[in-house]
């Protein structure tokens, strides 16, 4: 098992990949879209926006609304996952990591992933 502060820091490494994208893209494709990580095995949630691309990683404050986005996946798998983000769609048919989220989100998920 990771630690909550590894689990972040990978995240956010993953979602600066986005800076990667022009500005215009960014909002273009991603808008203001919200995205939430819940590793179960650390008892946390971590949120972001993915529009902005500079956009912190943070705790979900109790009581935050849901996320358009919403993944779940212990944090072995979250590292793992921001390892070698291609391996999205087998990690989610073997169900080790959970996604909520629109069919127009899920293909915007994938820019990112």
């Given at each position: 098992m ?14 600066g ?5 022009s ?5 273009e494709y ?16 971590f ?15 109790p009581g ?50």
């Amino acid at each position: 098992m990771t630690s909550a502060d590894e689990c972040r820091t990978a995240l956010q490494k993953l979602a600066g990949r986005l800076g990667e994208l022009s500005p215009a893209e960014r909002g273009e494709y991603f808008g203001s879209r919200t995205v939430s990580v819940t590793i179960p095995d650390l008892g946390v949630t971590f949120v972001s926006v993915l529009g902005s691309g500079d956009d912190p990683v943070r705790e979900a404050f109790p009581g935050e609304p849901a996320a358009a986005i919403r993944l779940t996946a212990n944090s072995d798998e979250v590292i793992a996952l921001c390892e070698q983000p291609m391996n999205i769609a087998r990690a989610w048919m073997s169900r080790r990591i959970k996604i909520e989220a629109s069919v127009k989100d899920l293909f915007r998920l994938r820019r990112l992933l």
